[in-house]
Each structure stands twice: as C-alpha cells, then as structure tokens.
C-alpha cells in the first residue's frame, strides 16, 4: 500500500557498499517492496572495504531471516561456522581464560537469580565454574554444536549462536538480493556532495560528471564519513581515554583446525588484543592494540608469532578511532556503519550496530518535511546504544588483573565513565544489575564478564536466608548434571557444519 502523502520520501541513495551499505540496500528493498521509493546504491569498486567483521552476534540471525533467508542459505554463501560465545584468554591473568556465552547460567530460585545461588555456593566452598551452568558455555568449551530447541522446556536449554562469516562474500550475498529486489547500482567514485537547504544534502556528483540527486541519503563511507562529517560537517566525539586501543593489523590465513572451535577466541597481548575467527575456508586474524604503547612492527611480530596457519594476504595495518559521531542523522542523512562511529571489534557489535539503526530508521523514516523528532529521538537513541555497548567494552580493560605491562596497569587504574562505575559499584555491592533502554548486554551477558574476572560482590541477595542449604545443594547438583548430559549427546560442531552443506 502506497503513503498517499505528497510529501513522502521517492528516491533514498545510498553512499558507500560494503556491508553497511548493502545490508541497508537489502532491508529497505524489503520493508519498502511494492511502493513507489527508488532506492539507489553508489560505491566504486576501486575502493576498497574494511571487510573484517567476520564475527557476529545472534542479533545477525534475525536481520537475514527478515530478509527470508536461511541459516543454511547463508552460511553457505559466506563460508561460515557457528559461533556459541567469545573465549577471553589472558585477559584476568596470563594464563586463564573464560567464555562469555549467548546464553543464560543455571535456573532462578522465585524471584532470587542464579547467580546469587551460585554465589552462596562458593561462599560456602564449592569451587564450581559458573560456566558448569551454561549450556552455550558448555557446548562451546567441548567444541560442540547444535540447534536450540525452539521451545526450551527450562532456562537451562536457553542458548543462542550467531555466524563467523566472511563480510566481503556476505556484503556480495546482499547485493544479489538488494538488486535482484530492484536496488540500482552504481559504480562510482563521488567527486563532490551539493549541499541543500538548511543544513541538508541535495545530491552527490560522480567522476564521470553524473548528478545523482536525493530525498534521503545513508552515508555508508566508512571512517571518512564522506556525508556527514565531511559534507554536514557533524563532529566527532573521541572515547580514547576509555579505549586507548587506536590500531589494528588483520591478515587471513589457512585454517589448520579440523574441527573449528564455535567461539571467537580473543587473546590479550601485552598491549592490546588478538583475534581469531575460524571460517568454512579459511580463518581470520588481527591485533588490536595501543599505538602509543605497541610500534606497529612490534604488534606484526606479535601477530605473525601467533597464527593458526600459513598466511594467506600480506598483514594489512587499519589506523581508528573510537567514538561517535555527535549526532547519526542529520538534515536529510544518516550515517550507518563506521560512518556513524567506531568501536573495536572485542565483542562482534559492529555488524549489530548497523542493524539496529537499520531498525531505528524504518521505524522512524521521515517524509521530505524532516519532521525534527524523528532525528532527535534517532540520535538519542544512536547515542544511547554507543555507549551502552562502550561500556561494557570499557569494562573488559578495567576488570584486568594484570599488572605486568605498563598496558594493562593504565587500564585497570583508569577512571571510567559514570555510567559504567554505577553498574560495577551496584555489582561489588550487591550483585546486581543496571539495566538502561537500548543496551544490547542483557545481564547473563555483565555476569559473564564480572565472573570471568574474577570479581566477586561483598553480599548477595537476602531471599536466600530461609532456604535450606542442602536443597539448594541438590538443586545445583542436578541442573550442572543435566547441562553436562546435554553437551555430551550433542553433535562436534564439525558434523553440525557437514548438516549445513546437505
């Protein structure tokens, strides 16, 4: 059914390809299928795409699944493997390690969480793993994969997965899609942005001397923002003193392992982080690290020491920035993906990230008025979810336990936002959990975190007292049990992948 208002939005161009640019292309050919909005893509194919963020949250499932696309249908286009968690190794201490599950732990007392079960329970000696709870935990530690059950019969069966995939091949599957759905390309390079009325884009000129004008445009350009930090002149707003991570080196490789692990493994370094991604054909690698702290010859030895198999691509350096931009929308754009801000890839959000404001801007897509509120409540919300997911990458650094390099001590001293030291003082006092609207952590999520580290609250919650110590003993008992009968009848995550090319 068509928007019968004169003033409805006709043509959205779309600047920069990659994924942000055909993942919006693909979801807006959806959501806008049968109306009368053309929607136009430009992207020159001499210039290159960051194209590593080859890791994902489950969040990725349900963006493609709108789409009408299958597990199986995209795994295959993209060569990827499943992916339970993150494993965190060195991070606490050198040599320790833990993961951080798509799942929840154990299963709640009435209104009292499990964690607080738990907790009791080591005051009391038990030397358990919290992980012992957690069914993704579990299947991902013994290199297991298999499908959720759709109805879970308890909290204990409650798991998620997302996709390591390759972003170039899935940004490729896109297009297909985006353009097979009446999304026209175009492949250029952009000479200038005209500038419209009232702080807004009129249209962009290519090379080639073509004039493409627009009622809305998406700014899919990468770090350089070319609409709206270049053209509307949006600022930047520098998170550095919480990140001091400014560099990454990534290069891709064999991948030696038979049976790949169905996590991310992300290895703490003496001043930065290093990332492995086992994909179908190959696996992907990089560091992250201080600048300031870390030459970058210093962070290529690092990564070359450290690789699963030979070298495929040359090292490939990738200077950033973390941040925001002051606002995402402004006039008549939107920036989507790097172009909008940039955080490390430590937990996968950079994918999760575009769909949300994907969502964000169908829910609220203006008509060519530009009603003010629909900007406002889009930046707000933009800038909410940021820090939100800011901070619980901040946290991953202040957590540390590590005093042995001149890194790691910065980081564990370091004043944190105030946002962030409310959730870990409510923690260390009580055990419990701050939760804000728009925040892509849900608990299971900062309790992953604060028991990976080690950090353990001064008291737990009072609604434990009458309970009879030999009850809750049994009750942990049985749920660690059936988690562990669970994960041993489950498939090796290399025959879950062998079901996939069926």
């Known amino acids: 059914?068509?928007?019968?208002?004169?003033?409805?939005?006709?043509?959205?161009?779309?600047v920069g390809g990659g994924t942000a640019g055909w993942m919006a292309a693909a979801s807006f050919a959806k959501h806008f299928q049968g109306s009368d909005l053309a929607i136009t893509?430009?992207?020159?194919?001499?210039?290159?795409?960051?194209?590593?963020?080859?890791?994902?949250?489950?969040?990725?499932?349900?963006f493609y699944a709108k789409l009408g696309l299958s597990d199986q249908s995209v795994m295959q286009a993209t060569g990827a493997t499943a992916k339970l968690g993150i494993m965190f190794q060195d991070?606490?201490?050198?040599?320790?390690?833990?993961?951080?599950?798509?799942?929840?732990?154990?299963?709640?007392?009435?209104?009292?969480?499990?964690?607080?079960?738990?907790?009791?329970?080591?005051?009391?000696?038990?030397?358990?793993?919290?992980?012992?709870?957690s069914l993704g935990a579990m299947l991902a530690e013994k290199h297991r994969m298999a499908l959720p059950q759709a109805n879970p019969p308890t909290p204990l069966a409650t798991y998620d997965w997302a996709l390591h995939l390759d972003a170039s091949l899935f940004a490729q599957y896109l297009r297909r899609y985006a353009e097979g759905s009446g999304v026209t390309r175009i492949d250029a390079k952009v000479a200038e942005v005209e500038p419209g009325d009232g702080g807004t884009i009129a249209a962009i000129?290519?090379?080639?001397?073509?004039?493409?004008?627009?009622?809305?445009?998406?700014?899919?350009?990468?770090?350089?923002?070319?609409?709206?930090?270049?053209?509307?002149?949006?600022?930047?707003?520098?998170?550095?003193?919480?990140?001091?991570?400014?560099a990454a080196i990534a290069v891709q490789?064999?991948?030696?392992?038979?049976?790949?692990?169905?996590?991310?493994?992300?290895?703490?370094?003496?001043?930065?982080?290093?990332?492995r991604i086992p994909l179908r054909h190959r696996a992907g690698n990089g560091i992250v690290y201080s600048s300031k702290r870390m030459s970058v010859d210093e962070a290529t030895a690092t990564l070359m020491a450290d690789l699963p198999g030979k070298a495929l691509?040359?090292?490939?350096?990738?200077?950033?920035?973390?941040?925001?931009?002051?606002?995402?929308?402004?006039?008549?754009?939107?920036?989507?993906?790097?172009?909008?801000?940039?955080?490390?890839?430590?937990?996968?959000?950079?994918?999760?990230?575009?769909?949300?404001?994907?969502?964000?801007?169908?829910?609220?897509?203006p008509d060519r008025r530009l009603n003010p509120a629909l900007a406002e409540e889009f930046n707000d919300a933009t800038a909410r979810e940021m820090e939100r997911v800011r901070d619980f990458i901040i946290l991953h650094y202040k957590l540390t336990q590590r005093d042995d390099t001149d890194f790691w001590r910065h980081?564990?001293?370091?004043?944190?936002?105030?946002?962030?030291?409310?959730?870990?003082?409510?923690?260390?006092?009580?055990?419990?959990?701050?939760?804000?609207?728009?925040?892509?952590?849900?608990?299971?999520?900062?309790?992953?975190?604060?028991?990976?580290?080690?950090?353990?609250?001064?008291?737990?919650?009072r609604g434990l007292d009458g309970a009879d110590a030999a009850k809750m003993a049994a009750a942990m008992r049985r749920m660690k049990e059936s988690v562990a009968a669970t994960v041993a009848g489950a498939p090796s995550h290399r025959q879950f992948l062998e079901t996939i090319d069926r």
């Open 1 to 14: 059914m068509t928007d019968p208002s004169p003033h409805r939005i006709r043509s959205l161009v779309i």
């Open 41 to 62: 893509l430009v992207e020159s194919s001499e210039i290159g795409t960051i194209g590593v963020g080859e890791a994902t949250i489950p969040t990725i499932r349900r």
């Open 91 to 133: 991070w606490r201490q050198t040599g320790q390690a833990f993961i951080h599950p798509f799942g929840l732990y154990g299963q709640n007392l009435g209104d009292v969480g499990f964690h607080h079960l738990w907790l009791r329970a080591r005051a009391e000696g038990d030397d358990t793993p919290i992980s012992a709870y």
């Open 205 to 246: 000129r290519l090379h080639d001397g073509r004039r493409i004008e627009g009622d809305f445009f998406i700014d899919c350009t990468g770090f350089r923002s070319l609409l709206l930090g270049e053209a509307l002149g949006v600022g930047f707003e520098d998170w550095s003193e919480w990140l001091p991570c400014d």
């Open 253 to 275: 490789t064999e991948n030696a392992a038979d049976d790949p692990p169905p996590y991310t493994r992300a290895h703490a370094k003496a001043a930065g982080w290093q990332w």
């Open 313 to 365: 691509t040359e090292p490939r350096a990738i200077p950033f920035r973390s941040g925001r931009r002051t606002r995402a929308w402004q006039g008549n754009c939107v920036a989507l993906g790097l172009a909008s801000g940039f955080l490390e890839p430590l937990e996968s959000t950079s994918i999760a990230l575009i769909e949300t404001g994907i969502e964000r801007l169908k829910e609220l897509f």
């Open 411 to 461: 980081c564990a001293a370091m004043p944190v936002p105030d946002t962030l030291r409310r959730k870990i003082e409510l923690w260390d006092a009580r055990g419990e959990f701050i939760r804000y609207r728009w925040e892509m952590f849900h608990p299971a999520s900062w309790l992953a975190m604060y028991t990976g580290f080690g950090r353990i609250p001064e008291g737990t919650n």
